[in-house]
């Protein structure tokens, strides 16, 4: 299966659940991550919000509009990047997701980063950083690049503020705009560290 289709797979699997998982009465009430199916790029949120529920697509709203709109100013390119949630149903009122919710749509998640094996990682906002990082606060590590063990795999992820943080608070909005300014770099960065290593095996394969 391509990843293309994996990834539909994906969905047509949360849509059969929906009823069970948390959050969903129907299958009209996933919202399924979307972009590329070859992204080097995956962005993970909290969860969907209004728009986001009526769409269907994630980070449609007001968040969204400035995720996209600072995705575009960076250049980055459609087939570039992946977008999901951490919790693929709108929680009401828009409160936090609870961790059970977080547990229920884990495995789906866990499906997308398998199947897309992003060169990095973008986390908006605590929940997503979570999953990755523990016991760091945000305020102390938005911006700054980390290596992780995920699942007995290398990943590199990059925290962020959540881009609804960002509209509340002008100081936020600032750090959210500079922390993305650098993905471009730190994507080349981390090419350039495959590059390396690829290149010291293949020194090692010629000369064991
Ligand atoms: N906020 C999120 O975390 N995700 C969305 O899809 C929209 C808003």
Redesign the pocket.
């Known amino acids: 299966m391509d990843n293309a289709a994996a990834l539909r797979a994906v969905t047509a699997e949360l849509e059969d659940l929906a009823g069970e998982l948390p959050l969903t009465e129907a299958a009209r009430d996933i919202?399924p991550g979307e972009g590329s199916p070859i992204a080097e790029i995956l962005f993970i949120?909290?969860?969907?919000?209004y728009h986001?529920s009526i769409e269907r697509r994630?980070?449609v709203?007001r968040?969204?509009k400035l995720l996209r709109q600072v995705i575009s100013e960076i250049d980055l390119e459609k087939g570039q990047y992946y977008i999901s949630?951490i919790v693929k149903a709108r929680p009401p009122e828009n409160r936090d997701p609870e961790p059970e919710e977080i547990l229920a749509y884990r495995p789906f998640l866990n499906k997308e980063i398998e199947i897309l094996a992003p060169k990095l990682v973008v986390t908006?906002?605590r929940f997503s950083m979570a999953k990755f990082l523990l016991d760091v606060k945000i305020s102390q590590v938005h911006g700054r690049l980390h290596q992780v063990d995920w699942l007995g795999k290398r990943l590199f992820v990059l925290p962020m503020y959540?881009p609804?943080a960002a509209l509340r608070s002008t100081k936020m909005k600032e750090a959210f705009i500079k922390d993305m300014q650098k993905i471009p770099k730190v994507l080349s960065w981390i090419k350039e560290q495959e590059n390396v290593e690829t290149l010291a095996e293949s020194v090692k394969s010629l000369l064991f």
């Open positions: 919202v949120g909290e969860a969907p919000g986001e994630p980070f709203g968040s969204g949630n908006l906002g959540h609804a």
